[in-house]
């Protein structure tokens, strides 16, 4: 009988772009509302059969029917170490796709880019992690401590129904991990061709979603209202949307600005930290977000008929906090609208702060210089959050770090809930590397 040899197995640097398309290819688009949300038991059952083709069990766990998520552990040489934690969101926001080049969910390969709503949030990282474990299972490879792979539903409106969930109803599934990685940290930022920056999330700042509801008097569309709930709210909505508040450089934020303003030769005055940020090209929106707490109307509701006058109106404002700042925040917000309106929480989640040193700073750091020379590796706060916020209440030190080299000139901050997302194809395969070397080595 003929034997025929095995077909060779695909290096991870490849599979890795195999493995992103696919999950680009499944819509798990998060409305925030479970009758709308869609695709993320399609994808949880995805990473569960890859992750089982190589002999990783894993679990998945719905908050509600199909909002999945999965968990699954590689166990390390050293058992008396404490475990690292490498998590991953499978949801994504809407896309329209009138408003894209290619279609959000066909995971394009096009310019040297890998397109598709998701491409940088986050199932990148998704599609890395899975390349490295899937390659260290086929090669017998064991990472010197515990990884638990948690790929997590409902990131985009708050973990709820994701990792929020895992850690109320099953903490055992983390028993024993120390620290964890995530979104958004490890990419590039070029200072000149022999120096690019790589931004570690060190923190995040914190989420407090309000609802801000206007109350009046009803009546007939045409009569004179002086009471009228709509213009209530939409004077106050316009004072915060264009209101500004103090600025306040954290500890994390100092530091970068310090190392920024040293490498590119720029003047830095911290009481004034706006003139530096504004020469930091495509990061600046996401640095110049994390020196002040922000408030962002982003939906308005009232009324029920053209030529009635509502009784109520309300508007959602999505605001960001900086560490420690949320109650004086609330004082701050209060005098911007005045005393009238009524203020509901929606989402209230803590900013989170951790200092940049340590032996898993360290080895982010090796791995990235291995791989890119010139690479140098800084801390920074994201202006949004993430699952970090979940797994911190169970004592996890959390980071962002899901390492890409970027081209000098792409806009990255507006790729993410952005119109024609994408991800460079080579950018995703040093990730691959970089991450394969720092597990090896965490």
């Not at 290096?11 to 925030?32: H, K, Q, S, Y």
């Not at 404002?317 to 005045?338: K, Y």
Request: aromatic letters at 6%.
């Amino acid at each position: 009988m003929d034997r025929h040899p095995p077909a060779p197995q695909p290096a991870p640097t490849d599979e890795v772009v195999e493995l992103c398309r696919d999950l680009l290819r499944i819509d798990t688009t998060n409305t925030g509302d479970n009758a709308t949300s869609t695709g993320e038991r399609v994808a949880a059952e995805y990473v569960a059969d890859k992750l089982a083709e190589v002999g990783i069990a894993a679990e998945i766990h719905e908050a509600a029917p199909g909002r999945a998520s999965l968990v699954a552990r590689i166990p390390g040489t050293d058992p008396a170490r404490g475990a690292l934690l490498v998590h991953g969101h499978l949801d994504v926001v809407p896309a329209d796709p009138a408003e894209w080049s290619v279609h959000p969910f066909s995971g394009e390969l096009r310019d040297g880019y890998l397109w598709g709503r998701g491409a940088i949030d986050m199932k990148d990282f998704d599609a890395m992690a899975l390349a490295v474990v899937r390659d260290w299972q086929r090669s017998g490879v064991r990472p010197p401590r515990d990884i638990v792979l948690a790929f997590t539903a409902d990131e985009e409106a708050g973990s709820d129904y994701g990792a929020h969930f895992l850690v109320t109803e099953h903490p055992e599934l983390f028993e024993g991990c120390t620290e964890a990685i995530g979104e958004v940290g490890g990419f590039s930022y070029t200072v000149n061709n022999d120096l690019r920056l790589y931004l570690i999330e060190t923190a995040e700042k914190g989420i407090e979603w309000l609802r801000l509801q206007a109350r009046g008097r009803p009546g007939h569309g045409s009569m004179v209202n002086d009471d009228n709930a709509v213009t209530a709210l939409c004077e106050a909505v316009a004072r915060l949307g264009r209101h500004r508040f103090p600025v306040v450089v954290t500890p994390t934020v100092r530091a970068f600005l310090e190392e920024v303003s040293e490498l590119l030769g720029i003047e830095l005055d911290l009481d004034d930290p706006e003139a530096a940020i504004a020469k930091l090209g495509p990061i600046a929106n996401i640095i110049g977000a994390t020196i002040r707490n922000t408030a962002n109307p982003t939906r308005l509701d009232a009324g029920y008929k053209d030529n009635v006058i509502p009784g109520r109106a309300t508007a959602t404002i999505d605001c960001r906090t900086l560490p420690g700042n949320s109650e004086l925040f609330l004082e701050q917000l209060r005098a911007v609208i005045g005393p009238d309106l009524e203020i509901e929480h929606i989402q209230r989640q803590p900013a989170l702060e951790t200092d940049f040193d340590g032996p898993l700073v360290d080895a982010m750091a090796a791995a990235l210089r291995a791989e890119d020379p010139g690479a140098r590796a800084v801390p920074y706060m994201l202006s949004g959050g993430t699952d970090a916020k979940a797994f911190n209440r169970l004592g996890i030190r959390c980071f962002g770090f899901a390492p890409l080299r970027l081209p000098p000139d792409l806009n990255f901050s507006g790729l993410f809930h952005g119109i024609d997302e994408r991800v460079p194809v080579d950018g995703l395969q040093f990730g691959v590397r970089v991450l394969d070397r720092f597990l090896r080595n965490s």
